[in-house]
């Protein structure tokens, strides 16, 4: 059922609609534009966001003991738009691909391998009795449907979206499912493109003592000759009760029936390991991300320390992992709104430093080359740069800056290279407004194997204002997304166009 929260008089009344999860409600209609719904909306959580634990973790925490309220907007119906253009290269027209309502915001994004015309993302969505939505087209992303998926028998729903098609068009989405004091990730599939989902089903526990499964992120073999065709990875940081952590990734091979969960590495308070991500190339090995920072900054968290991006990487399908090796140190934004691991300039919102990866699994110049992207605090803004190893891993480049000249902020950036080995990059950018504050979705490539980046492409048609994300610039994330369909790009963001929450925007660059 919608969690609808009435703002009146000051005091918080939380209101179940008795409709399913995306039906509007007339009491919500008649909050709608008053003085009291915009002191509402603006509202900054008051929780306490200095915490290693993924930012959806802590929002659903708090909507569980009735700390946080949860806006909800009326939107117009939008039409559905074709998600093309022409003459190349050109950026598509956006659509909204979430229902609209209340927030939603981190927002993965894939594509079937073998229907292009099937698109699924994803958000921790909070018209979600489980904070946890999908969105799934059937029509190369003109129009979506909408799914809230369920949750494990005695569980609660903690957000955290992860999406994947296997090489028989089923689709898989995973999230983090809090049950007593520790969490497991679950995961549902479909056979019909997201008309219908399995009953949910358990699949990475974590490894004892670190029982507390955060920030997963899912990754499918799809390439058809892999000697791992369909095995299904998921990475994962894990938690002890003293905030130790782990990288760990689980993996099946039988289409989600088992499980193995394999750690990584491991890290000892206050050194945090934390926000990995997955690729896999095309001869099955496996590849996986994560960021390393020290919670000894000047406010007892990783904000304003240097961080390390860190690699490993598995030859044997997720059996066993090689040593860690780092790829590039990042400085992290300071502290300044009580966030552990760096606040967004201007503003309430946490910011992340999740290390995409991919691998050029064509036959081109620079095939089976490995990108990573990150961002990197220069003192007064953020800044995205990509590393690249033409080595397996073993050893990476210089990180080449993507928007050169920018001037103000970028962050929570993305990278996933084409079936022709083309480097995509997307991030969210600042640069088109003066004071700082409003962003647009970006993107650029890269053709000459990371050494450098074609010039920005604004995706987005309308600028956000983070002080709309539906937490009064308290929460939009920690993560983007994007996907090569063909030779477009699609990026997928929190927009705030609505001017009341934060919404899943699908946009594109057609090269």
């Excluded at 918080?12 to 008795?18: S, Y």
């Excluded at 079937?112 to 029509?139: I, K, Q, R, T, W």
């Excluded at 039988?254 to 190339?281: C, E, M, R």
Aim: hydrophobic content about 35%; charged content about 15%.
């Amino acid at each position: 059922m919608i969690i609808a929260a009435l703002a009146l008089t000051g005091l918080m009344q939380f209101q179940a609609a008795p409709a399913n999860d995306f039906q509007m409600t007339t009491a919500l209609q008649q909050i709608a534009g008053t003085s009291n719904y915009a002191r509402y909306v603006n509202y900054a959580p008051r929780i306490n966001m200095r915490s290693p634990v993924s930012g959806s973790v802590l929002i659903a925490q708090a909507i569980r003991a009735g700390k946080l309220r949860i806006p909800y907007a009326i939107r117009p119906q939008v039409s559905p738009d074709n998600l093309n253009c022409s003459p190349v290269p050109c950026t598509t027209p956006n659509v909204q691909a979430s229902n609209g309502g209340s927030p939603a915001n981190e927002t993965p994004i894939t594509v079937d391998p073998n229907n292009s015309m099937h698109l699924l993302s994803g958000a921790n969505d909070y018209n979600c009795s489980a904070v946890e939505g999908f969105y799934a087209s059937s029509n190369g992303g003109s129009t979506w449907n909408h799914t809230c998926m369920n949750v494990l028998s005695g569980a609660s729903g903690d957000g955290d979206p992860g999406v994947g098609y296997d090489t028989n068009h089923v689709a898989y989405i995973t999230a983090i499912d809090a049950i007593g004091s520790g969490s497991v990730i679950a995961f549902e599939k479909s056979t019909n493109n997201g008309t219908t989902w399995s009953a949910p089903a358990q699949a990475v526990v974590g490894i004892s003592p670190w029982t507390f499964v955060d920030k997963p992120w899912t990754q499918i073999d799809d390439t058809p000759t892999s000697p791992g065709k369909d095995d299904i990875y998921i990475s994962t940081t894990e938690f002890d009760p003293s905030s130790n952590s782990i990288i760990a990734v689980g993996h099946s091979t039988d289409h989600g029936s088992t499980w193995h969960n394999v750690k990584v590495d491991s890290a000892v308070y206050p050194v945090v390991d934390q926000f990995s991500d997955l690729a896999i190339g095309k001869d099955g090995t496996v590849y996986v991300t994560w960021m390393r920072c020290s919670a000894t900054g000047p406010t007892g968290d990783c904000g304003g320390t240097t961080s390390m991006i860190m690699f490993a990487k598995s030859t044997n399908g997720g059996v066993s992992w090689s040593a860690p090796v780092l790829i590039a140190k990042a400085p992290l934004a300071p502290d300044s709104c009580g966030a552990f691991y760096g606040c967004l300039p201007n503003t309430s919102e946490r910011v992340s430093n999740v290390p995409a990866v991919d691998v050029d699994r064509s036959s081109g110049n620079f095939a089976n080359r490995l990108y990573t992207i990150m961002y990197k605090w220069n003192g007064t803004r953020l800044i995205v740069y990509v590393s690249h190893s033409g080595s397996g891993g073993s050893s990476w480049s210089t990180p080449v800056r993507v928007a050169p000249g920018a001037p103000n902020d970028e962050f929570f950036p993305w990278l996933t290279t084409s079936s022709t080995g083309t480097v995509g990059a997307t991030w969210l950018d600042r640069r088109l407004d003066p004071s700082n504050i409003n962003y647009d979705a970006f993107a650029s490539t890269s053709a000459n194997g990371g050494v450098s980046f074609a010039a920005g492409a604004r995706l987005s048609t309308v600028s956000s204002n983070p002080f709309n994300d539906g937490f009064g610039s308290g929460f939009m994330g920690d993560y983007t997304g994007d996907i090569w369909r063909g030779n477009t790009l699609f990026g997928s963001w929190t927009d705030t166009r609505s001017g009341t929450t934060g919404q899943d925007e699908i946009g594109g660059l057609k090269i």
